[in-house]
C-alpha cells in the first residue's frame, strides 16, 4: 500500500480480506444462532447501534424481514442509558452492532434486554470489549484495528456477519452462495473509474442518496460518509420516500445518489430516477446493470440483497478522492472522533 494513501483507503481496501477471514472463522458462531432461533423461535428481533453500526442493523433488518420473515426492530440506546425504562423481550434475541463495543449506552441497552428476558448477541471488532464481555453470545468482525475515523471495513464486516446470521437461520442457500463470492467481487471493484461521479460531488453543495431494501441502509450509510469526510451535506432516503416531498428540493443539477441493485426493486428504482431526471436531477447510480445518468456498473456477487456492499466500497473510495479533492482530511474530520461514547 502507498505511503500517500489516506487510512480510509487503506482500509476500505482491506474488505475483500476481513470479510473472507470473518466468514469462515466466524462459522461455528453462525451455527449457534441458528441453533438458538431453531429452538426459540422468537416472534420479533431487536437491534441496538449507533453511527454506521446503525446502517448496518438496518440492512439486517430488510434482509432479514425479507429472507426470514421475522420482524426486526431497533431500540434507541437511551431507552435504558438515559430513561431507565424495563424492556419485555422473553424469549426474544437483541443484537447489539458496534466496533468498538464501548459506548455507556450500548452496553445499558444490552444490559436491559438480558434483564428483560433476551438472548443477546454482541456483533463487536472489540472482542474483549465491555459490549463484549457481557453479551450471552459473541460475533467478532474480525476486522483488525481501525484507525481512520471513518468506519469502511469494519461497517462491511458488520454487514457480511449479519448476512452471514440470515443466511444460517433462513436456511437461504443464495445468500449462502452469494456471501461465497462477497469477497472476488469486492476485490473486483479496484480500478473502477469513478471520475464523472466525481465531477458530480466535488461540485455539489448538498445532495440525496438513496435506495430500496437493503440498499436503503447503504444509501443512509453513503449520506453519513458524505457529511463527515467531505463536509457535504447530504439526506438518505428510500426512493419510494423521496418521490414524495423530499422532491420539493429537487432543481436543475441536484445531485441524488442512488444504490439499485438487480433485485425486486430494480425496475421501479429505474423509473423514479428517470422522473427525477426529467425534474433536472442529475443521478448518479450504482448498480450492475444499465442505469440512466452517470452510471457506475459493479460486480455482482450474484444475489442483489448482497450487492449494495459491493457498491459501497465503490462509493467509499469515490468520496474518498472527493474530499482530498477538497483539501480535507479523511482520516481527522473536523469535530470527530474514532470512538465516541455516549449516554
Known amino acids: 500500500m502507498s505511503e500517500n494513501q489516506s487510512l480510509m483507503l487503506q482500509e476500505a481496501g482491506q474488505s475483500p480480506e476481513v470479510v473472507a477471514t470473518l466468514l469462515e472463522k466466524e462459522k461455528p458462531v453462525f451455527a449457534e444462532i441458528a441453533r438458538l432461533f431453531s429452538s426459540a423461535r422468537p416472534s420479533v428481533v431487536t437491534t441496538a447501534a449507533r453511527g454506521s453500526s446503525d446502517h448496518a442493523a438496518t440492512f439486517f433488518k430488510y434482509l432479514f424481514e425479507i429472507t426470514c420473515g421475522v420482524p426486526v426492530a431497533s431500540v434507541g440506546p437511551s431507552i435504558a442509558s438515559v430513561y431507565g425504562a424495563a424492556l419485555h423481550l422473553k424469549g426474544g434475541v437483541h443484537f447489539t452492532v458496534s466496533q468498538s463495543g464501548a459506548s455507556p449506552d450500548i452496553v445499558a441497552l444490552q444490559d436491559a434486554a438480558k434483564k428483560g428476558g433476551a438472548t443477546t448477541i454482541a456483533v463487536v471488532n472489540v472482542t474483549d470489549s465491555p459490549l463484549a464481555k457481557q453479551a450471552d453470545i459473541v460475533l467478532g468482525l474480525n476486522a483488525g484495528a481501525e484507525k481512520s ?30 456471501l461465497g463470492k462477497l469477497p472476488e467481487a469486492l476485490s473486483a471493484t479496484a480500478g473502477i473509474d469513478t471520475a464523472a461521479a466525481e465531477e458530480v460531488l466535488f461540485n455539489a453543495t448538498s445532495l440525496y442518496t438513496a435506495g430500496r431494501g437493503p440498499a436503503f441502509a447503504i444509501a443512509l450509510e453513503a449520506a453519513l460518509k458524505a457529511k463527515e469526510t467531505s463536509g457535504l451535506h447530504a439526506e438518505a432516503f428510500s426512493l419510494a420516500e423521496l418521490m414524495h416531498g423530499p422532491m420539493r428540493l429537487v432543481q436543475p443539477g441536484f445531485p441524488i445518489v442512488a444504490f439499485a441493485p438487480d433485485d425486486a426493486a430494480f425496475a421501479n428504482n429505474g423509473q423514479a430516477l428517470e422522473r427525477l431526471q426529467k425534474l433536472g436531477a442529475t443521478t448518479v447510480g450504482f448498480s450492475t446493470q444499465p442505469l440512466s ?9 450474484g444475489n442483489g440483497l448482497v450487492d449494495p456492499l459491493v457498491s459501497l466500497l465503490v462509493y467509499y473510495r469515490l468520496i474518498e478522492s472527493v474530499t482530498r479533492r477538497k483539501g480535507f482530511d479523511p482520516d481527522r474530520p473536523a469535530n470527530l472522533l474514532k470512538v465516541t461514547e455516549t449516554v
Open 149 to 178: 475515523v471513518a468506519a469502511t471495513k469494519s461497517f462491511i464486516a458488520s454487514v457480511a456477519a449479519l448476512s452471514g446470521v440470515t443466511a444460517a437461520i433462513g436456511g437461504a442457500s443464495e445468500l449462502q452462495a452469494a
Open 293 to 301: 445518468g452517470v452510471n457506475l456498473r459493479v460486480p455482482t456477487t
